[in-house]
C-alpha cells in the first residue's frame, strides 16, 4: 500500500534527522495531515501505524471525527475561527494554532463547559506575512501571559510556518528563531505555561525543522500523495 510505504520512508528520514543533529527520534512526532483525504485513508495510515492527524478545516474535521472509529488523535492545525470552536470541543488533542486571546477565552469556555482542558501552542507569523495567521513574537510573549490564566487551556509550547522556499535551508533561520523564542519562554517560567512542543516543518522542509528542534512535523503531501 502507498500510504504505508510513504509512511515507513517518512518515519526512517524523521529517525535520521533526528540522529543527525544527537536527537532522541522518539521526541519527534509525525502529524499526518490529512485535509482533503478521505477518511479511508485515515483509516490505512493508521493500520500502517500512524495515530496523530492534523486538519485544516473544521469543516472536513467534524465528518471525519463521526467516520473515523480508530484511536486516532486529532490535532487542528489551519486557521480556527472562534465560533467553529464549539463543533470540536473535547474532540481534539491539540489546537496548534492559536494566534489571539479571543480564541484562546473560547476554547477556555467550550472545553470548561465539558471540565475539560485543551492543549494549545501558540502560532508565530515570523515572516510578517499577510497571507499567514500567527501573532508577531512579542505578541506571542504578551498571548502567553494572558493564556496562563485560562483554567482550561494548556500552553504547551509554539507552532510556525515560515515562507515557501525550494531550498528546505533557506526556512533554517525561521526553525532557529522560533527555538530561541521558546527557549526565552521557558527562561520566564510562566506559571501554567510550557514549552515542550515546538510544531514546524512540512513535507519540503521538515528535515531542517527537526535539526532546529521540531518536536512535531506536519507532513500531508509526502505521505497521501498530491491533492
Known sequence: MTISRNLARINERIRAAAESTGRDPASVRLVAVSKTRPAADIIAAFQAGQTVFGENYIQELVPK???VHEAVQWHVIGHLQSN????IAGQVAMIHSVDRLSLAQEIDRQWGKLGKSCDILIQVNLSGEATKSGTTE???IQLLHECALLPNVRVKGLMTMP???DDPDAARPYFAEIRRLSETVARQRIAGVEMVELSMG???DFEAAIQEGATLVRVGTAIFGER
Open 202 to 204: 512540512m513535507s519540503g
Open 163 to 165: 515562507p515557501f522556499f
Open 84 to 87: 467553529k470552536v464549539k463543533y
Open 65 to 67: 471525527l463521526a467516520e
Open 138 to 140: 512579542d505578541g506571542a
